[in-house]
């Protein structure tokens, strides 16, 4: 492995982030820069531990602070968009780890391809929002898009030696989150609480809540659409409450791969930053004697509506799932602050996908303008929920 691999962090405040972090610690790998939103107290511990080139924020005055309390380091602290861009684009990077939260990603992760950076694509909204542009970039750059969330990188590990062309389909599995098997009445009496409650994975709040919804899976499944060119109707998800099988691609000969390993994001995360090598690590095993068994189920689309409207964003395409994961960024931002009852959520996408004029051939700007237009439609619903209540 290039121990000498110059890698920089979007999002290393967070959880994928400080788990990178990790990776980089146990496989001795050069921390070029890191980016943040606002937390300067966490970003000043990474910058003294790590000691990158450059350190941005996306909150100017929080940069600012920064710069303030870091004056007796090296490191360039910048603040704002121009210096995320700046910060992701950097001579001596070599792959940036996106896993920045929402769509906020997808500005700086095509700097990022257009500077000729491999990326180890954490930040799923990315490709929701604007997959073909995305992937269309990479193609002309020649860069390389390693998956690091455990359900992709596991089809990316199942196809690997393998033609694509061979490959029938995707198996996505999913845990089910905290309310596997509760019904339509019950989704109405949950609590925040009990949503961030994630029985299996140690994530972030938004993701947290999106698992809950099972909007997370809705989310991957038009990621897998991209990173593995395939029609939303050959992805098929299943719910397996262990976490344990983390996908699987079936073969036009019937067979099928899966790959398997402990439900532990910074395995996931180590294969994107040494592919094609495979390095040892002292994280957890799993022991398929001790497991004894491995279950699987139908996903319940009646009790989880959110997986269903990212299948009808998936086949429509253009800038509907742009407007479909806006909606849903607004949609659990209120929920996290007890604007809105969970079940609430799929309502407040659902009419926001049904005002929609979808635009089919979207430019990079017509997915930001949807963006912009589907938070505010959303909020507008959201108001009305309120004042109803």
């Known amino acids: 492995m290039d121990s000498n691999k110059g ?24 921390v070029v820069s890191l980016v943040a939103g606002s937390n300067t107290a966490l970003l000043e511990e990474q ?5 990158p080139q450059v350190a941005a924020l996306f909150d100017e005055r929080a940069a600012q602070a920064l710069r303030t309390s870091v004056a007796d380091m090296s490191c360039k602290v910048l603040g704002g968009l121009e210096g995320i861009l ?25 700097a990022a391809i257009e500077a000729g950076k491999n990326i180890a694509l954490s930040n799923k909204e990315t490709l929701v929002t604007a997959g073909s542009l995305v992937m269309k970039k990479a193609a002309e750059k020649g ?11 596991a089809v990316f590990q199942c196809l690997a030696g393998n033609r694509r062309k061979d490959a029938k389909r995707i198996i996505l599995t999913a845990s089910g989150g905290p309310f596997r098997g509760y019904s339509p009445e019950q989704m109405k009496t949950v609590t925040l609480e009990q949503a961030l409650n994630h029985p299996n994975w140690s994530m972030g709040s938004k993701i ?17 659409m991209w990173l593995f060119d395939m029609a939303p109707d050959d992805i098929e998800v299943v719910v397996h409450k262990e976490s344990i099988i983390h996908s699987m691609v079936e073969f036009v000969d019937g067979s099928i791969i899966a790959q398997l390993g402990a439900p532990d994001m910074r395995i996931p995360i180590q294969l994107a930053l040494t592919w094609p090598e ?21 996903p319940d689309f009646e009790a989880f509506p959110c997986l269903g409207l990212a299948y009808e964003a998936a086949r429509t395409g253009g800038t509907l799932p742009a407007a479909m994961n ?8 209120a929920f996290l602050n007890r604007e809105i009852r969970f079940h609430q959520i799929p309502g407040i996408i659902r009419q926001v996908m049904a005002e929609h004029r979808v635009n089919t051939r979207p430019s ?11 938070r505010e439609r959303a909020a507008e619903i959201i108001r009305d929920i309120r004042i109803k209540n």
């Open 326 to 333: 806006a909606a849903n960024e607004v949609a659990v931002a």
């Open 7 to 30: 890698i920089s962090i979007l999002g290393s405040t967070g959880s994928i982030g400080r788990q990178a972090l990790e990776v980089c610690d146990a496989l001795g790998l050069k």
């Open 86 to 110: 700046e910060a992701v684009t950097l001579q001596g990077i070599d792959t940036v780890l996106t896993s920045v939260v929402g769509i906020a990603g997808l500005v700086p992760t095509m």
């Open 208 to 224: 947290t809540i999106d698992s809950a919804s099972m909007m997370n899976k809705g989310l991957e499944v038009i990621e897998a």
């Open 278 to 298: 495979r390095v040892q690590n002292p994280f957890r095993r799993i022991s398929l004697v001790e497991l004894g068994s491995l279950t699987f189920e139908k």
């Open 143 to 153: 860069i390389t898009i390693l998956p690091v969330d455990s359900e992709h990188s």
């Open 364 to 374: 990079l700007d017509d997915i930001i303008d949807t963006d912009r237009v589907s």
């Open 47 to 51: 910058i003294r531990k790590y000691r």
